[in-house]
Nanobody, 125 residues
């Protein structure tokens, strides 16, 4: 069973950048597809981005495409989300998640079995 810990959140002005990290332990990292989700106050958790086991395939929500980049290093058991050109509407708690199902990176939260505790991202206008 894998444990996930996010870091890198914080307060940033609109137009700025942040890089989120997700460190994994307790599992074989390269057997998990990984994803980033976010949840703003009063809203449902939504998909942000996902990456396949090898890192070869990625998917993005339309709202972040061209601004966010997901990547992973299987040797370091680490997942990243580089967030550029941040907007106030990106404000949310960001979660990383792991999915043991092989194949195309998943976009639905229910596909993921393991979750981190989340890291807060606040973008001021």
């Amino acid at each position: 069973q894998v444990q996930l810990v996010e870091s890198g959140g914080g307060l940033v002005q609109a137009g700025g950048s942040l890089r989120l990290s997700c460190s994994a332990s307790g599992g074989t990292f390269n057997t998990y597809g990984l994803g980033w989700f976010r949840q703003a106050p009063g809203k449902e958790r939504e998909f942000v981005s996902a990456i396949s086991r090898s890192g070869m395939y990625t998917r993005y929500a339309d709202s972040v495409k061209g601004r966010f980049t997901i990547s992973r290093d299987n040797a370091k058991n680490t997942l990243w989300l580089q967030m550029n050109s941040l907007k106030p509407e990106d404000t949310a708690v960001y979660y990383c998640a792991a999915d043991r199902t092989p194949g195309t990176p998943r976009m639905t939260a229910t596909s993921y079995e393991y979750w981190g505790q989340g890291t807060q991202v606040t973008v001021s206008s």
